[in-house]
């Protein structure tokens, strides 16, 4: 179940909360209004994660994550790979199961997002 969210502060940046199970991470920007400027949300992790990403002045982007991690001793910075392939009805069905504590405007917003960007991929 995705958890409540944790604030995190970046200077320069937008405010943001992360939300998270064994499953997703759900990070969220906020623009000073709290309207939400953009989310990515990053599934079947962490063996074949992969990440949806949607910003009010981009719009979509999908990728896979390389972890960058190769060995033990080396910690490299994790980065966004191309990838096309989107399950669009897992990904739904697991939001939909795990988000249930999220609030609902945030909920409502993201399963809107999943299914326009389901709707624009095919066609």
């Known amino acids: 179940m995705l958890t409540k969210e944790k604030k995190v502060k970046v200077r320069g940046d937008y405010r943001r909360s992360w939300m998270s199970d ?3 991470d759900l990070i969220v920007w906020y623009e000073q209004s709290n309207a939400i400027h953009g989310f990515q949300l ?3 992790k962490p063996a074949t994660e992969k990440a949806l990403t949607w ?5 979509f982007a999908h ?14 910075t994790p980065i966004l ?7 669009t009805a897992e990904v739904r069905r697991e939001f939909d199961q795990r988000s249930k504590r999220l609030p609902k405007s945030l ?10 960007f389901a709707t624009s991929a095919k066609g």
């Open 63 to 76: 990728g896979k994550v390389e972890s960058g991690e190769d060995g033990p001793e080396v910690n490299r």
């Open 42 to 44: 990053c599934y079947r």
């Open 22 to 24: 064994d499953y997703f």
């Open 107 to 116: 909920r409502r917003f993201v399963l809107a997002k999943l299914k326009q």
């Open 81 to 87: 790979l191309p990838d096309g392939s989107f399950p």
């Open 55 to 59: 910003l009010k002045s981009r719009g």
